[in-house]
């Protein structure tokens, strides 16, 4: 059920508080209630014991990088301490690390983590699709009871010309960052145990919330991750290997590569689009004059303001429309580098194996990487923990069998 409460619980960050000045969200709370319900059933061990047992990564490598993303994290928010940094560093940070220790050590227990993790997904695509499909029909929210619920409040996301449908989130491209990498992991689940009800049932809802949501950066991401599996199948171990190498290589520089004057003639009809390569000139120009820190958590619309022209475009987005950039930018040259090697080393553990599980989880990170090229999959609550919840997933499936009820085997996270 600790994994079923992770799934369901992704969009609950919207319920917020506050204990005792401190903010919290209502996902928080699961991930910290799934957290302490996992360390209180060891049996056998004192709390010190458990509370080591949870934080240990047995694989030394990934050990260091996890570390190292933690201290490139908190090195960014000591660097410009902005008001609401902390928090941010919080919710996408510490939360997102602790979820994943929690899918990581469910995994290692339960060698049907895969399927479950994608049941839960399907039933959430499920709701999602479901409130998309109201909103199609009742676009100034579904009336119950004398109650307005689920409006659509943008007028334009209303309208059936340019209907966008937002579904539990305020707005649409919400919905396509999360059912994208949402949808990979139940086809790859599908592909393992057949056509479930349910699982089918969740892969049509999130296509159709996709669509709803005029999102098309995440079907992209979907199409790429299923022909990238496909070819993946095909390859040698080697070959495989060269294949991520190349494609990193590939993600991380197409960001600063100067594509407006080639695109911006083919393009010009399309605002989203030129918005984008706009943002892109700005960023770079951000990241060049600080490589090291980049704007500072929390803080790329003030860091972005002396390269942005207010007049032309407006005022500026809370994310450069790229993971590359967003992460320089944020988390500064550390923190991409160390977020970079925890998707190489996750990858490539993945493409050294062809079972289904490693596949379906493959695609799910190419998902989450293609739709990264356009948007910004991880800054965000429910983004960040599925990252390190897969993440989870992806290791501690293959470890399962190690004897996962041993403590000290491994120094501590």
């Known amino acids: 059920m600790i994994l079923w409460f992770l ?104 060698s049907d983590a895969l399927q479950t993790v994608a049941s839960a997904a399907a039933a959430l695509l499920t709701v999602i699709g479901g409130i ?71 892969l049509m809802a999130g296509l159709l919330s996709i669509t709803l949501a005029n999102s098309n950066g995440a079907m992209l991401a979907v199409i790429v991750a299923l022909l990238v599996i496909a070819i993946v199948t095909r390859l040698s171990k080697s070959q495989r ?32 689009f030129l918005l984008r390569l706009e943002q892109h000139n700005e960023t770079r120009a951000l990241i060049a004059g600080s490589p090291l820190f980049g704007g500072g958590l929390a803080n790329y619309q003030f860091a972005i303001a002396p390269y942005h022209n207010t007049e032309v475009s407006g005022p500026s987005l809370l994310y450069p429309h790229n993971l590359v950039l967003a992460l320089w930018t944020e988390l500064g040259f550390f923190g991409l580098v160390a977020f970079l090697i925890l998707i190489l080393l996750t990858l490539r553990h993945l493409a050294e194996r062809q079972q289904h599980t490693e596949l379906a989880l493959f695609g799910v990170l190419v998902a989450i990487l293609v739709h990264g090229i356009v948007d910004v999959p991880y800054f965000k609550n429910d983004l960040s923990v599925l990252f390190w919840g897969l993440w989870g997933l992806s290791w501690g499936l293959q470890s399962q069998k190690a004897c996962p009820q041993a403590v000290g085997s491994a120094p501590p996270l």
């Open 7 to 110: 799934i369901l619980g992704l969009p609950l960050y919207q319920l917020r508080w506050s204990f005792f000045g401190i903010p919290t969200t209502g996902l928080e709370m699961i991930i910290l209630l799934c957290a302490g319900i996992f360390i209180d059933i060891q049996d056998g061990k004192t709390f010190l014991q458990r509370l080591r047992h949870f934080f240990t990564i047995e694989d030394q490598m990934l050990r260091w990088a996890a570390i190292g993303f933690f201290a490139a994290t908190t090195i960014a928010l000591i660097a410009h301490p902005t008001p609401g940094a902390a928090g941010i560093w919080k919710a996408y940070v510490v939360d997102a690390m602790i979820a994943g220790l929690t899918v990581y050590r469910v995994a290692r227990l339960n």
């Open 132 to 202: 998309a499909v109201l909103q199609w029909f009742f676009p100034s929210g579904v009336p119950i009871a004398g109650a307005i619920i689920f409006p659509i409040s943008d007028p334009d996301w209303s309208s059936r010309t340019l209907f966008r449908a937002v579904s539990v989130f305020p707005y649409p491209n919400a919905v396509g960052l999360l059912a994208a990498p949402l949808v990979a992991l139940i086809i790859g689940s599908i592909l393992q145990v057949g056509r479930k009800p349910l699982l089918m049932t969740g």
């Open 241 to 272: 290997l060269w294949l991520i190498a190349l494609g990193l290589v590939f993600w991380v520089l197409l960001p600063f590569v100067p594509w407006g004057s080639v695109a911006q003639p083919i393009v010009r009809t399309n605002p989203s």
